[in-house]
């Protein structure tokens, strides 16, 4: 029974993570069509930042499946440490993609051009919608992997928040400097909070020891 309930849960696991990813790669598809539309530098870096969350995902689910392997000569320990090797990896995307962003969106302040306001509504709508749709169902698995996914899809959710706000503003006011402005506050805020959530995960997957509650282990000990 012990063993059934194991398989159902990674099943579930692996559901949940598979549908999150075709989810994202299909709106991924809708927004760089949208950005390029709308003429909005926001909804071109959301578009380049899901692509990368897609590939997370997508290398995520694999990984997530080879983690159920069992112990072999070459693996003696099991495959189960690659589904925290994605959450790492996931991770670093979601850095490098911030990083695109900000370099995307820095230029635009010194020469702002204003977006077609209408077909960004229309996007952001979409874009809550889906990303909170997806978030939601990763919110009710337990593993790291399914964690940091979660992440990246309630980081979009804000980020398609704030779209709709600035959407909604631009078409009573001229002010095209918030399309930028808005790609470069949301992008730092979320950066600050990966680059605290990879730090724990790096200390899992290095294995080191617990901040406090135990003494070094001395170093000649062997570890079985």
Known sequence: MHQHNHSH???????????AFFLNVGFTLIEFI????????????DAVHDLGDSLSIGSAWLLNRLGRKSANRQFT?????????GALINGLVLIAGSVWVLTEAIP?????????????????????AVNGFAAYRLSK?????????????????????????????LQFVDWPILDPLLSIGFTLFILVNVLRNLSTTARLFLQAAPDRGFAPIPSKLTLV
Do not use: C, Q
Request: proline share 2%; charged share 15%; no cysteine.
């Open 9 to 19: 849960i990674k099943d579930d696991s692996d559901n949940r993570i598979a549908m």
């Open 34 to 45: 949208g950005g390029w539309l709308t003429n909005s530098t926001a909804i071109m870096a």
């Open 77 to 85: 320990y099991g495959y189960r440490r690659l589904s925290l090797f």
């Open 108 to 128: 635009r302040l010194a020469n702002p051009v204003m977006p077609v306001t209408e077909g960004m509504l229309a996007l952001a709508v979409l874009g809550v």
């Open 141 to 169: 698995g337990n593993t790291l992997n399914e964690k940091v996914l979660n992440w990246h899809l309630l980081e979009d959710v804000l980020g398609w928040v704030a779209v709709l706000v600035v959407a909604i503003v």
